[in-house]
């Protein structure tokens, strides 16, 4: 169904070509999972089978890539639209109409589809993906995940035989994540619909798949096989089949199911062993506190009542359902919103803001920047410079530090950025990584992170994790709004669950995501009872052991 025969891609004034040599057949009918590293070229890939490569990025095709017996090149995108339905990375760029039910419609409307069964297919959409709720909602008022599942929704309604889906369960919550799966599978099956899609979390989706497709490097040649075949020999690796490598299971498992099936022994091995947890926080007065919280959005009430107080030191993972409120609480503590009710207060934990801190709201920026930095859900809205280098210049002289130490962090989240690149230009991880980098040059007391991963692969949260961790062990906290189990179950101290609006849990993390379906951790869900929650705990144990 799709074909690329010897592609390369090369990006005008790139010193390498992102896509190399690429020969590669996906049969029709089967759901094939793009991985690789960050900036490997998945989107490049991605972007040849819809035709946005090169006909709307620029560059240079070589090769041929066919769609359905269709040549992508001599096609334009338009033309592939009854054929390939693209979700891209950033959904908030290709959305054409104002609300969520235009939206749902658009893609049919354009291609001549009958009047009811756009209505009978409009209707299916929004009860599939959960926004029945927000069919007349406008699109700039969603949040994060709920305008994700509107890009989804959008290409699902014109039933196209093949979807190319890069990162399509970046910004929802767990649940929402295995419900589009499960769409996905459905139309895989029953529909004989071919889909292509590239993801980081592979712990949300290896098991679903037919057939992987491994992009080492740019350089290298892309891997192809089954999910068994390839994921053991693979760079990047869901935590499943990281516990499998360690326990020698084999053939290597790719589910929760398939590795409690085989945990017995490894469980009696570390029956007696307790998982090193977490360094704790050093007590002081707290760095943000927040009382008897609202905000609301002209109608919608997004926080009602919300308390928390966040203490040097300490890392807490903000977490729940798409719209539960996450987003609006931490742009609060930056002053983004006004509170309805209820007070705000962030820097109180320094000496010289005196005793209660400053109110965000009414601060200037600059004083406030010496309290809170935050790397916002679209980094993009972060970046305003025309080069990578002038871009961290411009962070260092902000922060006032040395020059070069906004830019020896980028390196060491992503060594292969280039210092010459268009911050537009670069891989969603990569415009991520140098996002976190610029905020993270001014070391704020307390840094808010919002959905710190998207686009990030497993090595790339690993540093993540290392940078986090000793800002932590100087006294920074963090508040990390995060769809990331894994990355919670790493990172924090303590999880604060928000729903609809309000508090719902707040308490150790061990304690609070042990017992959820939703947000444990692999670890925890292939282990429990037993109080494990990530591979790199499960491996220190096993080497101290006797
Ligand atoms: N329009 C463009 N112009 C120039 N260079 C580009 C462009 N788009 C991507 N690149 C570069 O090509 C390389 C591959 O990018 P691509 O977005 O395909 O990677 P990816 O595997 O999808 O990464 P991620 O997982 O971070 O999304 C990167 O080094 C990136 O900086
Ligand atoms: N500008 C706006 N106008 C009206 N409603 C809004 C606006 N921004 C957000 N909302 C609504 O407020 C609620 C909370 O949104 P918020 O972005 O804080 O959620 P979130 O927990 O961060 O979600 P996600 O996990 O999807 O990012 C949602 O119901 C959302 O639709």
Redesign the pocket.
């Known amino acids: 169904m799709i074909r690329f025969e010897q592609v390369s891609v090369t990006?005008d004034g790139?010193a390498r070509p992102?896509l190399r040599e690429v020969d590669l057949t996906v049969p029709e009918g089967e759901l094939c999972l793009l991985v690789?590293p960050?900036?490997?070229?998945?989107?490049?890939l991605l972007g040849a089978v819809s035709g946005l490569v090169p006909h709307f990025?620029?560059?240079t095709l070589r090769g041929r890539v066919t769609v359905a017996g269709r040549d992508t090149r001599t096609h334009k995108p338009r033309e592939l639209a009854d054929v390939v339905g693209t979700v891209g990375?950033d959904p908030l760029a290709h959305f054409v109409t104002d609300t969520v039910e235009d939206e749902l419609a658009y893609g049919m409307e354009s291609l001549g589809v009958p009047p009811d069964t756009m209505r009978r297919r409009v209707e299916e959409t929004l009860d599939l993906l959960g926004l029945a709720e927000l069919r007349d909602r406008p699109i700039a008022a969603l949040s994060g995940g709920q305008r994700q599942r509107v890009a989804i929704g959008s290409v699902l309604t014109t039933h196209p035989r093949v979807l190319v889906l890069d990162e399509p369960t970046s910004a929802l919550d767990p649940a929402a994540a295995e419900e589009v799966l499960a769409v996905l599978q459905r139309l895989v099956h029953d529909l004989g619909t071919t889909v292509l899609m590239?993801e980081?979390r592979l712990e949300r989706v290896v098991q679903y798949a037919d057939q992987v497709i491994l992009l080492p490097s740019p350089d290298a040649a892309p891997l192809v096989g089954e999910p068994a075949e390839i994921m053991p020999v693979s760079p990047v690796q869901p935590p499943v089949v990281a516990l499998g490598g360690l326990a020698g299971w084999s053939p290597v498992p790719l589910s929760v199911r398939d590795a409690r099936r085989k945990a017995g022994p490894l469980r009696e091995r570390l029956t007696g062993a307790a998982p090193r947890a977490v360094a704790d926080p050093a007590p002081g007065p707290p760095v943000a506190e927040v009382s008897r919280l609202a905000v609301r959005h002209g109608r919608v009430e997004a926080l009602r009542g919300v308390g928390l107080s966040v203490r040097p030191g300490e890392t807490v993972a903000l977490m729940g359902r798409n719209g539960a409120g996450k987003s609006t609480l931490l742009a609060s503590l930056v002053g983004m919103h006004q509170p309805a009710s209820g007070s705000v207060r962030v820097g109180g934990g320094e000496e010289e803001a005196g005793h209660g801190g400053v109110v965000p709201h009414r601060t200037r920026p600059a004083e406030l920047l010496r309290h809170v930095g935050l790397v916002p859900q679209e980094p993009r809205d972060l970046l305003y410079a025309d080069t990578v280098a002038a871009e961290c210049a411009a962070a260092d002289r902000d922060a006032d530090v040395a020059p070069g130490t906004c830019r020896a962090l980028v390196a060491r989240l992503l060594p292969?950025v280039a210092d010459t690149?268009h911050p537009r230009?670069?891989?969603?991880?990569?415009r991520l990584a140098l996002a976190l980098s610029v905020v993270l040059t001014a070391r704020p007391p307390l840094l808010l992170l919002d959905e710190p991963t998207r686009?990030l692969?497993y090595a790339a949260k690993a540093r993540l994790v290392e940078v986090v961790r000793e800002l932590a062990a100087d006294g920074h906290a963090t508040v990390l709004a995060t769809h990331d189990v894994e990355l919670a179950a790493e990172l924090a101290h303590r999880v604060v669950i928000l729903a609809e609006g309000e508090v719902v849990a707040d308490g150790p993390m061990a304690e609070v995501v042990v017992s959820s379906p939703a947000f444990a951790p692999q670890v925890a869900k292939i282990l429990a009872p037993l109080p494990w929650l990530t591979v790199p705990q499960v491996r220190e144990a096993l080497e101290t052991a006797p």
């Not at 230009?425 to 990569?430: K, R, V």
């Open positions: 990006y790139a992102a690789g960050s900036g490997s070229g998945k989107s490049t990025t620029g560059g990375q590239a980081h292969d690149t230009d670069l891989s969603e991880g990569q686009g692969d």
